[in-house]
């Protein structure tokens, strides 16, 4: 009977013809571990389509075979290839640049792997990174992601041609290496701190674009060293030479930080923007006078710098959209992370950011009590979560709008010793493990339309109403009108995900674990 | 004079006739009930005629075998018969089965208890099991476009109970049961800790070949001989065989010119929704060809069409085929309407809205004064209002496809486009436009009623179109209601409720 009915299932499974569904489900999913399996794919940061990687069956004693297929942005089905891996791979990261995929994977055993298809499945090529040489500090971070299923954010596509990855020097002391593959997985370039260098260094990629990666650069004496110069740094994307490399701000004049950057036009200059301080501020524990945006040449020259005060700049925007109760709230020190910048086709440019500020945690205090001080790993320090903030600027950089966002707040534990983190690497550790309520922006330049969408822990959409399954914020921007709205989604599985989906739409992923079965649908979120 | 008179004659009975298939068209009604009992019984005993066909030739073991085989069949059938989806009854029923009488009586030598069922389903098929039942989808009827094409299905699926190739693939799975070395095979296969989807596969495949290999012979087999019951049967070759191009182009729509709905409902083309409308693109953004795994001609279960017209034009004396049937048969349209009634019917079974409304829509378009047609496209609408309100659309609206005929993907892509006001606005122009005043402001109020009740008082995130519909019984029109009624019982997922005035 057994195998009778294997017969019949192979039959059918080989005699198959394609069916015109109504949904685009996945079958035959016979493992799915998380919703990193799935995932967008973006070309010049519009989503241009959605991935999935499934367990297959198993090939040998070492490896096993993982099926990939690959949707449009309708979740029209355009290929499925098949992958052979090593059993123990994971798959770290995959990445887009509009022509190849670049897939990253990690074995305990024997390392890194970056592998590279093109759109029609065909391998360009793959280049290895024995475990033997990467650094500690890259295996920690890896071995983090693992077990916390956090996406790994160290591979960003530069052009359709080529791609960057940020890791750690196999130095005695910390440092930072970049490096550049193309799309056959052919090391390029490669950039990084000087290794005899006596100062421990790590970079942060902030942007990346077809011309230039910018990025922070972070110098400290020591590991445990409390404070660290910021370096502001400007590579070549094409060749990683460094174009320019200067100080933020020194403790005499005020320090200095960058938290985002972006292209005026794909030939224009640059901008920056970060948060400036007073003289002898320190930046982990002193708020900021300010934010500041500043224009760059080519050459890395500073062109225009324009600051804005918290007091007398930006609280004279009156905050309608908050209670009287958040109005108090906000007038405590509140730090802001910018998820992503917008620039309009009117050259309006929108800073989207979320408030965040570090508190005593409870449940890190407990559960270091409750440890007797061996430790628990987590810190007596947590993080509040605020509301969502939305600044405005014209084509000169003047300000003109900055508006509150209000939604519950959440918090967020942090790991030990995360006390003496500053707000700058609070953000992109929050970031790094998915704390913020920040889900995603979808943004179609050509239609100048742009959504950010964030998660609303209130999900009720009045006091009486009844709890939706999700209840999903948006921010929308088209045309240079901004609007918001609390949109509830409903799903069918208790085993559901968001993923980003193109301006407007929310794509809501269901794994029906009984049937093996992955159902993907579009909703609609902003009419 | 008596030329006029005739002439008189000759126009009295045109209208006559005329007006008569007019009032005929309209007034669908959808055909609920099944009865599958006689089915039921007919399958039964024609599985008991099948083992015997079988016994004869087998030992005790084997004869075990055969009747598990059986009773799996029958399982199958007796579910599908038991569903919801087969149509027993009606007009298109009477229409095919007098054609299986005729093709009965024009042949004495095939079994003459051979009984139609018909079937919801939108794909251009029809189907036996080697029993003497077909099973009809209504996908092929409304593709069809005289009686001649459908005869000749029918007789083609005559042809494969005759040559029993249906007994013969039960015979060939039989072997394959029996083959030991086979078995050991695939046990070891499955067995094996690594690759047993792989080394099934490579197993298997070559036998899946030969299956495929010997189904096409089949349909050519089954081809012949339906012809030759077609034509002792008195059918026209030329009417039928432009069949052929309509299976080749299954996947076209019916209807080939794009309805443009900004026309059929008024929208501004200046308005957001206009706007959008016409933004609408079939490029896939990644800018991928499509897969088409049904490419590889060994896999193909039927042969090319142009290869089954080629030998069926040779059976028929004729030298080359350019006569392609485009317009329907006025004898058809009948059976057309009301096909396209079931169609419409059938998709809203299956909660796919966009089906059902691009149906409703060619139909409304194509019979002037169809109540069905607008009644269903206004409760459509206004069940989009709220799904779309609530965030569920997605699991009732179809996604754009590169493979969805334009018109099709057109519709597909105007529903996305809708907000819940658009839709519930759009239910209205339906309702004003396409029906008497009154009625139309009735129903059209009871239906923004319900919406605004809903917005207001319920909890609209966890309430579902059954609740919607029970709560809205007091206030939606009683027209309105009893088609919202009919769904109910359709989808048979609701409990009936007395419509009180």
Same mark, same amino acid.
């Not at chain 1, 009844?466 to 929308?476: C, T, Y």
């Given at each position: 009977?057994?195998?009778?009915?294997?017969?019949?299932?192979?039959?059918?499974?080989?005699?198959?013809?394609?069916?015109?569904?109504?949904?685009?489900? !996945?079958?035959?999913?016979?493992?799915?571990?998380?919703?990193?399996?799935?995932?967008? =794919?973006?070309?010049?940061?519009?989503?241009?389509?959605?991935?999935?990687?499934?367990?297959?069956?198993? !090939?040998?004693?070492?490896?096993?075979?993982?099926?990939?297929?690959?949707?449009?942005?309708?979740?029209?089905?355009?290929?499925?290839?098949?992958?052979v891996?090593?059993?123990?791979?994971?798959?770290?990261?995959?990445?887009?640049?509009?022509?190849?995929?670049?897939?990253?994977?990690?074995?305990?055993?024997?390392?890194?792997?970056?592998?590279?298809?093109?759109?029609?499945?065909?391998?360009?090529?793959?280049?290895?990174?024995?475990?033997?040489?990467?650094?500690?500090?890259?295996?920690?971070?890896?071995?983090?992601?693992?077990?916390?299923?956090?996406?790994?954010?160290?591979?960003?596509?530069?052009?359709?041609?080529?791609?960057?990855?940020?890791?750690?020097?196999?130095?005695?002391?910390?440092?930072y290496?970049?490096?550049?593959?193309?799309?056959?997985?052919?090391?390029?370039?490669?950039?990084?701190?000087?290794?005899e260098?006596?100062?421990?260094?790590?970079v942060?990629i902030?942007?990346?674009?077809?011309?230039?990666?910018?990025?922070?650069?972070?110098?400290?004496?020591?590991?445990?060293?409390?404070?660290?110069?910021?370096?502001?740094?400007?590579?070549?994307?094409?060749?990683?030479?460094?174009?320019?490399?200067?100080?933020?701000?020194?403790?005499?004049?005020?320090?200095?930080?960058?938290?985002?950057?972006?292209?005026?036009?794909?030939?224009?200059?640059?901008?920056?923007?970060?948060?400036f301080?007073?003289?002898?501020?320190?930046?982990?524990?002193?708020?900021?006078?300010?934010?500041?945006?500043?224009?760059?040449?080519?050459?890395?020259?500073?062109l225009?710098?324009?600051?804005?005060?918290w007091?007398?700049?930006?609280?004279?925007?009156?905050?309608?959209?908050?209670?009287?109760?958040?109005?108090?709230?906000?007038?405590?020190?509140?730090?802001?992370?910018?998820?992503?910048?917008i620039?309009?086709?009117?050259?309006?440019?929108?800073?989207?950011?979320?408030?965040?500020?570090?508190?005593?945690?409870?449940?890190?205090?407990?559960?270091?009590?409750?440890?007797?001080g061996?430790?628990?790993?987590?810190?007596?320090?947590?993080?509040?979560?605020?509301?969502?903030?939305v600044?405005?600027?014209?084509s000169?950089?003047?300000?003109?709008?900055?508006?509150?966002?209000?939604?519950?707040?959440?918090?967020?534990?942090?790991?030990?010793?995360?006390?003496?983190?500053?707000?700058?690497t609070?953000?992109?550790?929050?970031?790094?493990?998915?704390?913020?309520?920040?889900?995603?922006t979808?943004?179609?330049?050509?239609?100048?339309?742009?959504?950010?969408?964030?998660?609303?822990?209130n999900?009720?959409?009045?006091?009486?109403?009844?709890?939706?399954?999700?209840?999903?914020? !948006?921010?929308?921007?088209?045309?240079?009108?901004?609007?918001?709205?609390?949109?509830?989604?409903?799903?069918?599985?208790?085993?559901?995900?968001?993923?980003?989906?193109?301006?407007?739409?929310?794509?809501?992923?269901?794994y029906?674990?009984?049937?093996?079965k =992955?159902?993907?649908?579009?909703?609609?979120?902003k *009419? | 004079?008596?030329?006029?008179?005739?002439?008189?004659?000759?126009?009295?009975?045109?209208?006559?006739?005329?007006?008569?298939?007019?009032?005929?068209?309209?007034?669908?009604?959808?055909?609920?009930?099944?009865?599958?009992?006689?089915?039921?019984?007919?399958?039964?005993?024609?599985?008991?005629?099948?083992?015997?066909?079988?016994?004869?030739?087998?030992?005790?073991?084997?004869?075990?075998?055969?009747?598990?085989?059986?009773?799996?069949?029958?399982?199958?059938?007796?579910?599908?018969?038991e569903?919801?989806?087969?149509?027993?009854?009606?007009?298109? *029923?009477?229409?095919?089965?007098?054609?299986?009488?005729?093709?009965?009586?024009?042949?004495?030598?095939?079994?003459q208890?051979?009984?139609?069922?018909?079937?919801?389903?939108?794909?251009?098929?029809?189907?036996?099991?080697?029993?003497?039942?077909?099973?009809?989808?209504?996908?092929?009827?409304?593709?069809?476009?005289?009686?001649?094409?459908?005869?000749?299905?029918?007789?083609?699926?005559?042809?494969?109970?005759?040559?029993?190739?249906?007994?013969?693939?039960?015979?060939?799975q039989?072997?394959a049961?029996?083959?030991?070395?086979?078995?050991?095979?695939?046990?070891?296969?499955?067995?094996?800790?690594y690759?047993?989807?792989?080394?099934?596969?490579?197993?298997?495949?070559?036998?899946?070949?030969?299956?495929?290999?010997?189904s096409? @012979?089949?349909?050519?087999?089954?081809?012949?001989?339906?012809?030759?019951?077609?034509?002792?049967?008195?059918?026209?070759?030329?009417?039928?065989?432009?069949?052929?191009?309509? @299976?080749?182009?299954?996947?076209?729509?019916?209807?080939?010119?794009?309805?443009?709905?900004?026309?059929?409902?008024?929208?501004?083309?200046?308005?957001?929704?206009?706007?959008?409308?016409?933004?609408?693109?079939?490029?896939?953004?990644?800018?991928?060809?499509?897969d088409?795994?049904?490419?590889?001609?060994?896999?193909?279960?039927?042969?090319?069409?142009?290869?089954?017209?080629?030998?069926?034009?040779?059976?028929?004396?004729?030298?080359?085929?350019?006569?392609?049937?485009?317009?329907?048969?006025?004898?058809?349209?009948?059976?057309?309407?009301?096909?396209?009634?079931?169609?419409?019917?059938?998709?809203?079974?299956?909660?796919?809205?966009?089906?059902?409304?691009?149906?409703?829509?060619?139909?409304?378009?194509?019979?002037?004064?169809?109540? *069905?047609?607008?009644?269903?496209?206004?409760?459509?609408?206004?069940?989009?209002?709220?799904?779309?309100?609530?965030?569920?659309?997605?699991?009732?609206?179809?996604?754009?496809?590169?493979?969805?005929?334009?018109?099709?993907?057109?519709?597909?892509?105007?529903?996305?486009?809708?907000?819940?006001?658009?839709?519930?606005?759009?239910?209205?122009? !339906?309702w004003?436009?396409?029906?008497?005043?009154?009625?139309?402001?009735?129903?059209?109020?009871?239906?923004?009623?319900?919406?605004?009740?809903?917005?207001?008082?319920?909890?609209?995130?966890?309430?579902?179109?059954?609740?919607?519909?029970?709560?809205?019984?007091?206030?939606?029109y009683?027209?309105?209601?009893?088609?919202?009624?009919?769904?109910?019982?359709?989808?048979?997922k609701?409990?009936?409720?007395?419509?009180?005035?």
């Amino acid at each position: 009977m057994k195998n009778l009915k294997a017969t019949l299932f192979m039959l059918l499974l080989l005699g198959v013809t394609p069916s015109w569904a109504q949904k685009a489900t !996945v079958n035959d999913v016979f493992q799915f571990r998380n919703s990193k399996q799935t995932g967008t =794919i973006i070309d010049k940061d519009k989503i241009v389509g959605y991935f999935v990687f499934y367990f297959k069956e198993k !090939v040998d004693k070492k490896n096993s075979s993982y099926e990939i297929e690959i949707f449009d942005d309708n979740y029209t089905s355009l290929k499925t290839f098949e992958i052979v891996r090593p059993k123990n791979s994971y798959l770290a990261e995959v990445v887009f640049n509009g022509e190849v995929f670049m897939l990253h994977f990690y074995d305990r055993k024997t390392g890194y792997e970056f592998v590279t298809f093109d759109k029609n499945g065909e391998k360009l090529g793959n280049s290895l990174i024995d475990d033997k040489n990467l650094s500690k500090y890259e295996l920690q971070r890896i071995q983090l992601n693992m077990d916390s299923d956090i996406d790994n954010v160290s591979l960003f596509a530069i052009d359709n041609k080529s791609f960057v990855r940020q890791t750690f020097a196999k130095n005695d002391k910390l440092g930072y290496e970049l490096v550049a593959y193309d799309n056959e997985a052919k090391e390029i370039w490669k950039a990084g701190s000087d290794p005899e260098s006596r100062e421990v260094q790590t970079v942060e990629i902030v942007d990346v674009n077809s011309r230039f990666i910018t990025a922070t650069v972070y110098k400290r004496p020591n590991v445990l060293a409390r404070k660290s110069d910021v370096y502001f740094l400007l590579l070549d994307a094409k060749t990683g030479k460094v174009i320019s490399e200067r100080e933020l701000g020194t403790d005499k004049e005020g320090q200095k930080s960058i938290l985002k950057s972006f292209l005026l036009s794909e030939d224009g200059n640059l901008v920056v923007i970060g948060e400036f301080y007073k003289p002898g501020d320190d930046l982990v524990k002193d708020k900021s006078l300010g934010l500041y945006m500043q224009e760059i040449d080519a050459n890395g020259a500073i062109l225009k710098t324009v600051e804005y005060k918290w007091k007398g700049t930006i609280d004279k925007f009156k905050q309608a959209n908050i209670s009287a109760e958040d109005a108090k709230e906000n007038e405590k020190a509140f730090y802001i992370y910018f998820h992503d910048v917008i620039k309009d086709k009117n050259g309006k440019i929108y800073l989207i950011g979320e408030q965040f500020r570090k508190n005593v945690s409870a449940a890190g205090v407990a559960l270091n009590v409750l440890n007797g001080g061996n430790g628990s790993g987590a810190s007596n320090f947590g993080v509040q979560l605020g509301n969502m903030v939305v600044m405005e600027f014209d084509s000169k950089y003047k300000m003109t709008g900055y508006d509150l966002i209000p939604k519950k707040k959440t918090t967020a534990m942090l790991p030990e010793g995360a006390g003496v983190w500053s707000p700058v690497t609070m953000g992109h550790y929050l970031k790094m493990i998915d704390g913020f309520d920040y889900a995603f922006t979808s943004k179609d330049r050509e239609k100048d339309n742009y959504n950010i969408v964030y998660i609303d822990a209130n999900r009720k959409e009045s006091k009486e109403a009844k709890k939706s399954d999700i209840m999903l914020g !948006v921010i929308s921007i088209k045309n240079g009108k901004r609007e918001q709205e609390r949109v509830p989604i409903n799903v069918a599985s208790s085993n559901w995900w968001i993923n980003a989906a193109k301006p407007g739409y929310i794509s809501i992923g269901e794994y029906y674990r009984k049937e093996k079965k =992955i159902d993907f649908h579009v909703e609609q979120i902003k *009419y | 004079m008596r030329s006029t008179l005739v002439l008189i004659l000759f126009l009295v009975g045109f209208i006559q006739v005329f007006w008569s298939q007019k009032s005929q068209l309209l007034g669908f009604k959808p055909q609920l009930n099944p009865t599958s009992e006689p089915y039921l019984e007919y399958v039964k005993e024609h599985t008991t005629k099948e083992s015997v066909y079988f016994y004869d030739s087998l030992n005790w073991f084997d004869k075990e075998k055969v009747k598990r085989l059986l009773e799996e069949r029958l399982k199958s059938k007796q579910k599908l018969l038991e569903s919801n989806n087969i149509i027993t009854d009606g007009p298109i *029923y009477t229409f095919l089965d007098g054609i299986l009488q005729k093709l009965k009586s024009a042949n004495p030598d095939i079994p003459q208890d051979a009984k139609i069922v018909l079937y919801r389903d939108d794909s251009f098929n029809a189907s036996t099991f080697g029993d003497g039942l077909i099973f009809v989808n209504l996908g092929l009827l409304y593709k069809l476009k005289n009686e001649d094409q459908v005869a000749l299905v029918l007789g083609h699926e005559l042809g494969h109970n005759t040559a029993r190739h249906t007994l013969e693939n039960l015979q060939a799975q039989l072997l394959a049961e029996k083959d030991v070395a086979l078995r050991k095979e695939i046990k070891l296969a499955i067995l094996k800790p690594y690759g047993n989807i792989t080394a099934l596969n490579d197993l298997l495949r070559p036998r899946v070949y030969a299956l495929k290999e010997k189904s096409r @012979m089949d349909e050519f087999e089954a081809d012949s001989l339906g012809f030759l019951y077609f034509s002792r049967a008195g059918y026209s070759a030329e009417k039928a065989l432009s069949m052929f191009y309509a @299976m080749e182009h299954s996947r076209e729509e019916r209807n080939k010119s794009s309805l443009d709905v900004l026309k059929l409902f008024k929208i501004d083309s200046l308005s957001d929704l206009g706007l959008k409308y016409k933004q609408y693109t079939r490029e896939t953004s990644l800018g991928m060809g499509l897969d088409t795994p049904d490419d590889n001609p060994y896999l193909l279960s039927h042969p090319y069409e142009k290869d089954r017209l080629n030998k069926l034009l040779v059976l028929a004396g004729l030298n080359k085929f350019d006569s392609i049937v485009k317009e329907i048969d006025p004898s058809y349209r009948f059976i057309s309407y009301q096909t396209d009634g079931e169609m419409l019917t059938s998709s809203l079974m299956n909660d796919d809205f966009s089906r059902a409304f691009f149906y409703a829509l060619n139909m409304a378009n194509d019979y002037e004064n169809d109540m *069905y047609s607008r009644e269903h496209l206004a409760y459509i609408l206004s069940s989009l209002a709220l799904y779309k309100k609530t965030r569920q659309a997605g699991k009732y609206l179809r996604l754009q496809k590169l493979w969805y005929d334009e018109s099709f993907d057109r519709i597909v892509y105007f529903l996305q486009c809708l907000s819940p006001i658009n839709a519930l606005d759009l239910g209205r122009t !339906v309702w004003s436009d396409w029906c008497k005043e009154d009625e139309a402001e009735q129903a059209y109020n009871a239906a923004r009623l319900g919406f605004y009740y809903l917005e207001d008082q319920l909890e609209r995130c966890s309430i579902s179109l059954e609740t919607y519909k029970e709560l809205n019984s007091h206030v939606i029109y009683k027209k309105f209601y009893e088609a919202v009624q009919s769904d109910f019982i359709i989808s048979g997922k609701a409990k009936k409720v007395n419509y009180k005035k």
